[in-house]
T-cell receptor, first 115, second 111 residues
């Protein structure tokens, strides 16, 4: 597609339920990032993919969070047993890859609300 | 692990004032980018600086890359309410590592 696409744009879920957030990066972009942003705050790094592998998953806050990427394209961020503190906007970004000095393109984000 | 620290974290100023946002690291970056995020949108690239000591201007915004390529600054002259948003710096590691983002500076310009 023309840009990074994230779905759903909004998700309201009950505490304890699992959620899946999807990111479709720009075609050909090998690098993919997931960030979390609480209301009125900066970015919190979650995980970085290069191709299908995740060389840096140091930002995942707990073992309830996991992510995968298949075919070097679509990525899914899964949050199990959601908690209210998981409520935030989850942003995905993609770029051509390391060493290219090219910009990261962000999606519009998924606003997750845990009630 | 390469880290980028931004300061200040929050900044609230009156229209017409000048401001500077700083981005610092102990690591060397091959390039550094500045992004701006408006409410409800994803961050969008403003500029990329590559050479140590480089200065780039974008209207009232001046971006500088430190001589040692470890730090950068963004200076806004005569801020306007339309400048309100989150400003992020991001560095690409010297050896082609992943892009590292600072946590951001939230700027509010009051009219």
């Amino acid at each position: 597609g023309a840009g990074v696409s994230q779905s759903p744009s909004n998700k309201v879920t009950e505490k304890g339920k699992d959620v899946e957030l999807r990111c479709d990066p720009i075609s050909g972009h090998t690098a993919l990032y997931w960030y979390r942003q609480s209301l009125g705050q900066g970015l919190e790094f979650l995980i970085y993919f290069q191709g299908n592998s995740a060389p840096d998953k140091s930002g995942l806050p707990s073992d309830r969070f996991s992510a995968e990427r298949t075919g070097g394209s679509v990525s899914t961020l899964t949050i199990q047993r959601t908690q209210q503190e998981d409520s935030a906007v989850y942003l995905c970004a993609s770029s051509l890859g390391p060493g290219t000095r090219t910009e990261a393109f962000f999606g519009q984000g998924t606003r997750l609300t845990v009630v | 692990t390469q880290l980028l620290e931004q300061s200040p974290q929050f900044l609230s100023i009156q229209e017409g004032e000048n401001l500077t946002v700083y981005c610092n690291s102990s690591s060397v970056f091959s390039s550094l980018q500045w992004y701006r995020q408006e409410p409800g949108e994803g961050p969008v690239l403003l500029v990329t600086v590559v050479t140590g000591g480089e200065v780039k201007k974008l209207k009232r915004l001046t971006f500088q890359f430190g001589d040692a390529r470890k730090d950068s600054s963004l200076h806004i002259t005569a801020a306007q309410p339309g400048d309100t948003g989150l400003y992020l710096c991001a560095g690409e590691g010297e050896y082609g590592n992943k892009l590292v983002f600072g946590a951001g500076t939230i700027l509010r310009v009051k009219s």
